[in-house]
């Protein structure tokens, strides 16, 4: 699952390309203010980010630097209105990897962002996201299987989706809403509580005590985290 980072400080535009992103199964981060992403982008180090040019505090074009000094590999989109300065906009083209002109339409920024995601694979040969290990858990993502000091754990479909969430993003806190968007879709009308039906078995399968749970961890009252090493 792909990670991107939003930065837009118009909500508005900021809540419907997450909802758009996740839809197609990226995995989002958003914020409203250029520090916040240069600390998430350092945090977290997405695929991508998504950055707006015009921000309070810190401009796009600053935190633009500052991700691409310390990532040097990491995708860079920038959104800019049509209004800004032809220069800065050309020199766009320098630091980041791609850049669209407000108004656009989120179809193009996801096709955009997937063509980035196929050019940086290219360069890289990203092996590094096929295997996940955390505590004594592996995650392979070619052959689709989990163990747990060696030992093969059988998963349904949805709970190895689960689990992959949780392993490749340790300490991030998601709500109920966030996992059943991610593992059952938008177009899910069940009941939402078949998120805590998941964990409990997944639990089951994968602590060493079930109602002491080490490793998913419970936020009361919103969700799931998988606990940091
Ligand atoms: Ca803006």
Redesign the pocket.
């Known amino acids: 699952m792909y990670r991107i980072l939003i930065c837009?400080?118009?909500a508005s535009i900021r809540t419907f390309l997450k909802i758009n992103f996740e839809r197609n199964g990226f995995l989002v981060y958003e914020t409203d203010t250029g520090e916040e992403a240069v600390r998430i982008a350092s945090l977290e180090k997405p695929d991508v980010a998504i950055l707006?040019?015009?921000?309070p505090g810190i401009d796009g074009f600053e935190a633009l630097r500052q991700i691409r000094e310390a990532f040097p590999r990491m995708g860079i989109i920038m959104?800019t209105?049509r209004a800004q300065d032809t220069d800065k906009i050309l020199g766009l083209k320098e630091g980041a990897d791609d850049y669209l002109i407000k108004p656009f339409n989120p179809t193009e920024l996801i096709l955009r962002t997937q063509a980035l995601l196929r050019r940086l694979n290219e360069k890289t040969e990203d092996t590094t996201r096929a295997v996940v290990k955390t505590f004594c858990f592996e995650l392979d993502n070619y052959s689709q299987t989990i163990t747990k000091a060696d030992h093969p754990i059988v998963l349904t479909p949805k709970e190895f989706l689960l689990m992959k969430i949780f392993m490749e993003n340790p300490g991030k806190a998601f709500t109920r809403d966030d996992l059943l968007n991610l593992v059952w879709g938008y177009d899910f009308t069940g009941d939402p509580k078949i998120v805590d039906v998941n964990v409990r078995r997944l639990r089951s399968k994968i602590e060493d005590v079930s109602s002491d749970p080490k490793y998913i961890e419970t936020i009361w009252g919103t969700g799931y985290r998988w606990k940091k090493e």
């Open positions: 837009e400080d118009e707006d040019v015009m921000l959104l209105a």
